[in-house]
């Protein structure tokens, strides 16, 4: 009996080792995405963005002061035959003043290379469209994307995000 006990603890106790590893690992990921204000990716059925489908982000914002950087997340396959994408945006802000705009996304420089980082034949870029910007007012806010390019719909765009983030200084 007494060797079944100190069996049964040798086996907890590695058991409990992985545990603290695990709390300890959930512990610094999160605590590396603190500037992250908002973040989301919405996907394409048969990785196609057909144009009525509309990308809406809507986001809860209480904080005026701090300055924050938006950007915009796009996933393509390697054989996207554009080296960019048109988009068509529009803002509703929380005292219903809407904004209307259209977008250039430059996926690729002049000598064909995407943009971003790849892994086989997928890319994502991280499109930067506005630095140190301080929300005027609290409250909800609502993003828009819709693409504005000719072919409907348009072939190999996978997923579509918004990422707010804090500025660093």
Request: charged residues 25%; hydrophobic residues 40%.
């Given at each position: ?116 980082s790849g892994a086989g034949d997928i890319f994502d870029f991280k499109v930067p469209i506005k630095k140190n910007v301080r929300f005027p007012l609290s409250g909800k806010y609502q993003f828009t ?25």
């Amino acid at each position: 009996m007494i060797t079944r006990i100190n069996q049964k603890s040798i086996r907890q106790k590695p058991t409990l080792k992985i545990a603290v590893l695990f709390c300890v690992m959930v512990f610094l990921l999160s605590s590396c995405n603190n500037d992250v204000v908002y973040s989301k990716y919405e996907k394409f059925d048969n990785n196609e963005w057909h144009a009525k489908d509309k990308v809406v982000f809507d986001l809860d914002i209480t904080d005026t002061l701090t300055l924050n950087d938006i950007s915009l997340m796009v996933r393509h396959a390697d054989a996207y035959p554009f080296s960019n994408l048109y988009l068509f945006v529009t803002t509703k802000y929380p005292d219903g003043k809407v904004i209307n705009d259209t977008m250039e996304v430059v996926l690729a420089d002049s000598k064909g290379k995407w943009q971003g980082s790849g892994a086989g034949d997928i890319f994502d870029f991280k499109v930067p469209i506005k630095k140190n910007v301080r929300f005027p007012l609290s409250g909800k806010y609502q993003f828009t994307f819709e693409q504005g390019m000719r072919p409907d719909p348009l072939p190999l765009i996978m997923d579509f995000g918004f990422e707010i983030e804090k500025s660093k200084k």
